[in-house]
């Protein structure tokens, strides 16, 4: 007997690609980040400030 119930479980998490909008509050830039530590592609700078996202 060779039953093939030894499948591994693929756990596919829904990891929403949480996307927000920032704007660098040294250069101004507004940019998508994603995570914690959002840094501004342009200069660099972590002196980042969330946009909320309106429409
Ligand atoms: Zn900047």
Redesign the pocket.
Known sequence: MCMVGDVPEFNIENIEMDLKEYV?L??E?KFKGLGNSVI?P??K?SNVEIVSAEK
Do not use: L
């Open positions: 660098c040294d250069c830039n501004c342009a200069c700078s």
